[in-house]
Each structure stands twice: as structure tokens, then as C-alpha cells.
């Protein structure tokens, strides 16, 4: 297989059919472990499984991490320079447009796109 290529690919297509697949099933054995009470499933004799506690606690851990990780992100960007300076909305590796003197007050050239 070819690593790193955006080019379609039958594996791909097969990789992407099966996690779409998946996906429902394991959610709908999620809720149905979170529902069935311990007992029967017991009676079933599927013992080891997880207390219902974490069918609560994992998402909200979850949402709570991607939310402190926005936060963290947002206050390193915005303390790496001050708030005043063009660093906090782009990095130096960003292609400025360059403007030559006499052209700043002239009307901006179409870009045609198709």
C-alpha cells in the first residue's frame, strides 16, 4: 500500500466501509450495555464488562479534555506574542501578499478562479 497518498485507493474504500459499518454496531452495543440491567447479562453470561459509571464519566472526561485542550491552545497562542501584533492571527511561515509603495492605494487585481 502507499503511505501518505490522498489518491483512492480499493484498501481505502474497504477501510472506510468497515469503520462505517462498525461505528453504529458499536454504539448500539453501547446503549444496549448501558440499558440491560447487570443482572441479565449476567444471566447471559457476559460478567465482564464495565460498571455503568463509565458510561457516564467516559464521555464527559472525553468533553471536558477537548474543551481544557481549545482553552490551553487559545492561551499559548495568544501569549506567545502580544495582542497588538499580526503574529496572533498568522505564523511567520504564512505567505504574505507583498505590496509595492505606489500600489497602496490602488484597486486590488480580480484573481479569477474556476
Known sequence: MVGNSPSLLPERAIYGFVLF?????????????????????????????????????????????????????????????PPNSINTITGHYAKYLQQEKNQEEAILALRYSY
Open 21 to 81: 459499518l462498525s461505528d453504529p454496531f458499536g454504539f448500539i452495543v453501547s446503549l444496549l450495555w448501558v440499558f440491560i440491567p447487570g443482572s441479565w447479562l449476567n444471566s447471559l453470561g457476559l460478567i465482564y464488562w464495565l460498571q455503568k459509571y463509565w458510561a457516564v464519566a467516559l464521555p464527559i472526561h472525553l468533553l471536558i479534555t477537548i474543551a481544557i485542550s481549545f482553552i490551553l491552545l487559545f492561551g499559548i497562542n495568544v501569549s506567545t506574542s
